[in-house]
T-cell receptor, first 114, second 111 residues
């Protein structure tokens, strides 16, 4: 298995533009997580899905952020409109779901909003 | 209050030294505990799970104190390759699969 695949790896966009980040989880994993990492705040859980259903989105910073999982092999995180303070590394992770199992991370998308 | 609190460091130690990291968590209902390692500009990867009785994996020992809601990681005989950021991780509640990460402790092992 290729692991969790995220695209793009890097994204530079202008303030006000829409940004879409993509994630393909590991096949067979029931859980998918979106995290944001900054120097100041570390890794923050934004939202997670179980069997394509959003379970907890309390970490989504505001209405400009939305996430979808239309099927078991694909998820998107969208920011519209983007702002400079959204600049961060966004990680997607997936997990088989049992309580003690590991979450596997993608390589992340480094987003810069100018 | 943050779910997981860690000393950010940095910890700079010579090769061969023993170093210990600690973290505290706020949710007494948390049941699963882990240490992840993150190399510079890379994704986090699982280092080890932390069990109630404490557990060891080679030079690494993890301990859990539920009463104090405290987790520790001990690294013995530090190697240059241990230089990384170590993330303390807990789940949200019993049976939950949401994982909360500490901000990490940066370790640099010096030759």
């Amino acid at each position: 298995d290729a692991g969790v695949i995220q695209s793009p790896r890097h994204e530079v966009t202008e303030m006000g533009q829409e940004v879409t980040l993509r994630c393909k989880p590991i096949s067979g994993h029931d859980y998918l997580f979106w995290y944001r990492q900054t120097m100041m705040r570390g890794l923050e859980l934004l939202i997670y899905f179980n069997n394509n259903v959003p379970i907890d989105d309390s970490g989504m910073p505001e209405d400009r952020f939305s996430a979808k999982m239309p099927n078991a092999s694909f998820s998107t995180l969208k920011i519209q409109p983007s702002e400079p303070r959204d600049s961060a590394v966004y990680f997607c992770a997936s997990s088989p779901g049992q309580e003690w199992t590991e979450a596997f991370f993608g390589q992340g998308t480094r987003l810069t909003v100018v | 209050r943050k779910e997981v609190e860690q000393d950010p460091g940095p910890f700079n130690v010579p090769e061969g030294a023993t170093v210990a990291f600690n973290c505290t968590y706020s949710n007494s209902a948390s049941q699963s505990f882990f240490w992840y390692r993150q190399d510079c500009r890379k994704e986090p990867k699982l280092l080890m799970s932390v069990y109630s009785s404490g557990n060891e994996d080679g030079r690494f020992t993890a301990q859990l104190n539920r009463a104090s809601q405290y987790i520790s990681l001990l690294i013995r005989d530090s190697k240059l390759s241990d230089s990384a950021t170590y993330l303390c991780v807990v789940n949200g509640a019993a049976g939950a699969n949401n994982l909360f990460f500490g901000t990490g402790t940066r370790l640099t092992v010096i030759p």
